[in-house]
């Protein structure tokens, strides 16, 4: 790979910090304060999950063959496939290489993408039959607590997608600043915070994809 | 307010801060609060002491500017400041405890009635399928259950004098006992914020001894109503289903329209239309209240249908047809 | 500035494909497994599989096995929290009505749900 | 401005201009900021708590109809509690101070510091919009399913304290990062102020509980736009649920409101017994003990909400838990004084009557927490007199002790501190005027949320407004006479107090990047032994 070829950007490290080592570690550890609000954030829809299915657990075993659990098992690998891609990015920034580092990430966009498409197919499925919350539910269901399944997984669901977007809107942002190589072995900070929030966004995914789609 | 029987005085009869209990159970409250009152004044002066002394020896004077000795640590003070409230704090967790299993877990022989919370009303259901609208009537000396449930928004059923208190959920039944000690009339209140008549959701428990409970039981009951002529069966129901709550009989509106001089007028709706008011509009408005709401008024009137029988109705508009 | 560069570990490339395969797998396992009709033990053993393929995105892509300790601390203090939120809320729900059944049931849940059988 | 010394340029006035303040990275400008926001905030809750007052001089409708009664206390509390008191001691005080006190030049991110000034703004926009446009009616709690079948604009008040509830987050995760990489050096955990310790408690709290608040905010504007039925019962749903969610945020965030308190009146007191503080690690341990139990004790605003009896006795019992650290503090705040030298100064008095006014709400706070009182107190007045005590007789008392602490600090002003003695009688006066009778009227039986109430409790409710008149008063003498102190008050010294914490070491207004020279740590922060003064 010929790195002497692409140059890459100084970075200029922030006046009130000593040392590039000293605002990464801030980055990383303020990155996973963010983490667990998020965690927090979709716990909240968990413990609501987990409630209403110690309430009503034949309703959600009857509700959930509404779902694919096809196209969720697909979704799962895509978003498995993009965190894989996303690591390898971020490892590619730490080595100063690239056109790896844009490849790989080009690569977790598409995937990321195909997940939305994915996301997008299962919804119109949905909305068609009208598995929908209560207000427009004019699907079938043999209990009259029906529309509330559905009423968690569009939050849930529609929730993780929007941060699958912000995701997406991310790593563009990311492809275009590797492309001005801003991105070497000395500074890669945005590329592992922006990995780190993929992966979280993938974690909550592979605890989604069970509870909603894989009742059984 | 629903004109039951005015409630007794809260504030003057009663301690300094209790209103007078009523209730067997009421001293679980009392006692408790009276003994944290105490030992608080008790820490409040021992500090304010200790505070009032500090201040006045240690103040900065020309020769007192800096401290001369810097007690920065002392195990024995910080372990007793730590272990006794501990202590004191877990005695009064058990105490409260106790007690509160005591005023919530009916005993087995209450008689129970059935306690319906809507939109700024309180409906009560006896035993014997008789219904009366804010006034709770009970036999003295018994125990009481009340199995609670609401029909729209959270409400909570509060008893001062009873130290009672438990919120109504709707699609849910919640439940609390007591046993009144003496009859009287005791104020309730809504205490779960439901909306604009909150405040003025209010109730009266009227507690009787056990053979006037069973009169009243009897004679207010639907088969006690046939001798009575309709217009008078009118005006007692008037009151007694509360209808007074929000029509008033003096040409001045409430939440509801006045029924002073409303037979035979014609009204604009809501919808625009004008009706007349006749036999069928009445019935109707108070079978299906929200079918032809009145223009300017809300439609907040909970349905009667199942609540009057014919007779009532008939006496009702009797009644409102006297009300020239 | 380059000169204590050397501290950030830079993970060999096998781990990374290496955690991707046994995630794969893990998937496929858990989507068989939902197959089979396992009873109550359907969600304990849905959440056991998702928990390992959490803990390998979080120790390998995430990097947490060979970070500063500070951020695992971070991350676990929030799942903590989380685990009370959820057990004090199941302390509340799973016991209603413990000390009178009356409080426990839920009923007249009216829902304009059109019956299967009503519409075929 | 008196024109004895020529002005050095300091971070008020060394980047010129407008636009240097919309676009300043700088903590100390955020600080003043939010400082300013917060004071309009205040002004207003404070307007309609004086509204509230006026409306209960009698029983019948005064100024207000019913739902107008219940727009203005739902106002009054979620403008207290997002706008005001939440964001209060740290994002204002807190901002400023920190960085000065670890000895950093400014907080870890400093962009994040301004984008959460920013989000701060554009929640209040959004209370605002909806105070304008048919404000709320359901009460700072929003308890469903009232607030998801009223009419009234409950979608933009959720949505902007869902908004706040962001900031408010930034600002933890900006704390957190800050206290443990930005230390000066030689500054190890027992060397930092207390100060340090209470704002890191808070961020945790800040961090952990505020996303909960947001996704509860979030299901209720779904359950009114969609109806997705998690909260609606006739669905299947559970409105006990939500106050679990709801309750689940608001109970750490009234320690997220008192543990900064906490820490400034930590600082006071050292500072004006120039001693050190009683017991270090118990005070700095005590506050991260709160912040953990925080999280276990939300259920006893569920006492008579239908929770199970099981979920009430534990609740119960973890809730007296939570008293114990709060006692410890207040024991070592007094033997701190043992043997120091005391200075009556304002800041002092406001710590003095924190100390009275939160022992009051503490031991009320203890009645509170035993079931059988609970059942009968609950959401009467006895319950409005315990917060008013804790918020505005704890958090209240301190952020002014701070803000006094502080001004010269902050502005390189001195206030006046005759005016300030006056003002702190009148609010400690009028204070308990109006909230101890309140705890009469609640034991009374009193309900809180009352439009109109039985004539028998007239009498103490106008006891209890003409109280209100005087604690305004003194509240409107405080923001005259700080404003004047910044037009013609005297130049203040760089340590006016002869405190030991590090923002006492550079000048006062300090400059930009805080001091000339990253300050070395060899004490522990009110060490007044070691450094003999002059």
């Known amino acids: 790979m010929t790195t002497k070829v692409t140059q890459f950007v100084k970075h200029q490290v922030a006046h009130h910090f000593d040392n590039a080592e000293h605002e990464f570690d801030a980055a990383k550890l303020g990155m996973w304060a963010f983490l667990i609000q998020e965690i927090l954030f979709f716990g909240g829809l968990f413990v609501a999950y987990f409630i209403f299915r110690a309430m009503y657990p034949a309703m959600f075993v009857e509700a959930h063959h509404h779902l694919s659990w096809q196209l969720g098992g697909l979704n799962t690998i895509f978003l498995i496939t993009s965190s894989f891609t996303m690591a390898m990015a971020v490892r590619s920034a730490q080595v100063s290489q690239k056109n790896k580092l844009i490849l790989f990430l080009v690569l977790t966009f598409l995937f990321a993408g195909g997940f939305m498409c994915v996301k997008y197919v299962e919804y119109m499925t949905k909305i068609h039959h009208g598995y929908l919350p209560a207000k427009w539910f004019f699907g079938t269901g043999t209990f009259d607590t029906e529309p509330l399944f559905f009423g968690l997984y569009f939050t849930m669901t529609g929730l993780h997608g929007l941060h699958v977007l912000i995701g997406m809107g991310l790593i563009a942002w990311l492809i275009i600043r590797s492309n001005r190589g801003e991105f070497h072995k000395d500074y890669y900070t945005p590329v592992e915070m922006v990995g780190l929030y993929w992966h979280l966004v993938d974690l909550i995914w592979i605890f989604l994809f069970p509870l909603l789609y894989l009742i059984g | 307010m629903t004109n039951t029987p005015k409630a007794e005085i809260l504030i003057s009869k009663g301690g300094f801060w209790f209103p007078e209990a009523i209730s067997t159970q009421a001293h679980q409250v009392d006692q408790i609060f009276h003994f944290i009152l105490w030992a608080s004044i008790i820490l409040f002066l021992i500090l304010t002491v200790v505070v009032g002394y500090f201040l006045y020896k240690y103040k900065r004077t020309p020769e007192n500017t800096y401290a001369k000795k810097h007690v920065t640590h002392n195990n024995v003070l910080e372990i007793t400041w730590t272990v006794i409230p501990l202590v004191l704090v877990l005695f009064i967790f058990y105490w409260g405890y106790s007690g509160y299993l005591k005023m919530t877990i009916p005993p087995a022989n209450a008689s129970e009635i059935r306690v319906t919370g809507r939109k700024w009303m309180w409906q009560f259901d006896y035993p014997n399928g008789n219904k009366s609208i804010g006034e709770l009537v009970v036999p003295v000396h018994t125990p009481i259950r009340l199995v609670m449930s609401s029909e729209d928004v959270l409400h909570s059923f509060f008893v001062p004098n009873f130290r009672v208190k438990r919120d109504l959920v709707p699609n849910r039944y919640t439940r609390i006992w007591f046993e009144a000690k003496r009859t009287g009339n005791f104020q309730i209140f809504c205490a779960e914020f439901c909306g604009d008549g909150h405040s003025d959701m209010m109730g009266v428990v009227r507690v009787v001894t056990a053979s006037e409970y069973q009169k009243w039981l009897k004679e207010s009951g639907a088969a006690a109503s046939e001798g009575v002529p309709l217009d008078q069966l009118g005006e007692k129901l008037y009151t007694s289903k509360g209808c007074n709550a929000c029509h008033s009989t003096d040409g001045s509106a409430k939440v509801g329209p006045s029924w002073k001089g409303i037979y035979g007028a014609t009204h604009t709706l809501a919808s625009g239309q004008t009706v007349k008011v006749d036999d069928n509009y009445i019935r109707e408005s108070m079978v299906d209240p929200k079918a032809k709401v009145t223009a300017g008024f809300q439609p907040v009137m909970p349905p009667f249908a199942g609540l009057l029988n014919d007779r009532e109705i008939a006496g009702l508009i009797e009644y409102i047809k006297k009300l020239k | 500035m380059a000169s204590q560069q050397h501290h950030h570990h830079v993970a060999p490339v096998k781990y990374y494909v290496a955690t991707f395969a046994t995630l794969l797998a893990l998937t496929i396992l858990t989507v068989a497994v939902a197959q089979f009709d396992f009873g109550a033990m359907n969600i304990v053993i849905a959440m056991g599989v998702a928990v390992c393929k959490a803990s390998l995105v979080l120790m390998f892509f995430m990097g947490l096995l060979w970070d500063k300790k500070i951020n695992a601390v971070f991350f676990l203090t929030g799942l903590l929290f989380l685990g009370l939120f959820i057990g004090f809320c199941v302390l509340d729900i799973g016991y209603r009505g413990d000390t009178d059944p009356v409080e426990s049931l839920q009923y007249g849940v009216k829902v304009p749900v059109r019956h299967a059988e009503a519409e075929h | ?534």
């Not at chain 4, 739902?74 to 000895?103: C, E, K």
């Not at chain 4, 929640?123 to 607030?147: E, K, L, N, Q, V």
């Not at chain 4, 710590?351 to 009320?364: H, P, W």
């Not at chain 4, 439009?451 to 405080?478: C, E, I, K, R």
């Open chain 4, 1 to 534: 401005m008196s024109e004895s010394a020529p002005v050095k340029d300091n971070y008020l006035n060394s980047p010129k201009g407008i636009w240097s303040w919309i676009y300043t990275l700088d903590h100390k400008r955020i600080g003043i900021m939010y400082l300013a926001a917060i004071s309009v905030a205040f002004i207003l809750g404070g307007i309609f708590a004086l509204l509230l007052r006026l409306e209960h001089l009698n029983p019948g409708p005064l100024l207000f109809t019913a739902k107008q009664y219940n727009q203005l206390f739902t106002l009054h509390g979620a403008i207290m509690v997002f706008l005001f008191i939440v964001p209060s001691i740290p994002a204002s005080l807190g901002n400023f101070i920190l960085p000065m006190q670890l000895g950093a030049k400014d907080v870890a991110f400093p962009r994040l510091n301004l984008t959460s000034y920013y989000i701060y703004l554009i929640g209040a926009i959004f209370c605002i919009y909806s105070m304008i446009a048919g404000a709320a009616d359901t009460g700072w709690t929003f308890y469903t399913p009232y607030s998801s079948t009223t009419d009234t604009s409950v979608i933009s008040m959720t949505l902007g304290a869902f908004i706040l509830g962001f900031s408010s987050i930034l600002t933890g995760i900006n704390f957190l990062v800050t206290i443990h990489k930005m230390r000066a050096p030689g500054m190890s955990w027992f060397k930092m102020p207390l100060f340090i310790w209470a704002l890191y408690a808070t961020a945790i709290i800040q961090v952990l509980a505020t996303p909960v608040l947001a996704i509860t905010l979030l299901l209720l504007v779904l359950e009114r736009t969609m109806n997705i039925g998690i909260f609606n019962p006739a669905l299947g749903g559970d409105p006990v649920l939500f106050e679990h969610f709801f309750w689940f945020y608001s109970h750490p965030a009234v320690y997220i409101m008192i543990l900064p308190a906490m820490g400034v009146i930590s600082e006071l007191i050292t500072a004006f017994c120039k001693r050190d503080i009683f017991g270090y690690k118990l005070v700095a341990y005590s506050s991260i003990a709160i912040a953990i139990i925080a999280f276990l004790v939300w259920g006893h605003h569920l006492f008579v909400s239908g929770q199970s009896d099981a979920a009430n006795s534990i609740f119960s019992l973890l809730t007296f838990l939570v008293g114990i650290p709060s006692g410890i503090k207040v024991f070592n705040w007094i033997a701190t004084m043992y043997k120091g030298t005391i200075d009556f100064k304002t800041p002092f008095l406001y710590a003095l009557s924190f100390l009275a006014l939160f022992c009051i709400g503490g031991f009320t706070g203890i009645m509170l927490g035993a079931l059988s009182f609970d059942v009968f107190a609950h959401d009467t007045y006895f319950v409005v007199a315990h917060f008013h005590y804790v918020m505005m007789g704890g958090v209240v008392m301190a952020f002014l002790g701070g803000l006094h602490y502080w001004w010269p600090k902050m502005f390189g002003k001195m206030y006046s501190e005759f005016w300030g003695r006056i003002a702190c009688a009148l609010i400690f006066i009028g204070f308990n005027m109006v909230f101890f009778t309140q705890f009469i009227l609640g034991s009374k039986g009193m309900p809180r949320r009352y439009f109109n109430y039985l004539d028998q409790y007239q009498p103490l409710h106008a006891f209890s407004t003409y109280g209100s008149w005087v604690l305004g008063l003194g509240l409107l003498l405080v923001l005259i006479y700080l404003i004047d102190s910044l037009v013609d008050g005297k130049p203040a010294p760089a340590n006016p107090w002869g405190a030991l914490t590090l923002e006492w070491q550079t000048d006062s207004p300090p400059i930009t990047e805080n001091f000339t020279h990253t300050p070395e740590v060899h004490h522990g922060p009110y060490a007044f032994d070691k450094v003999k003064p002059s």
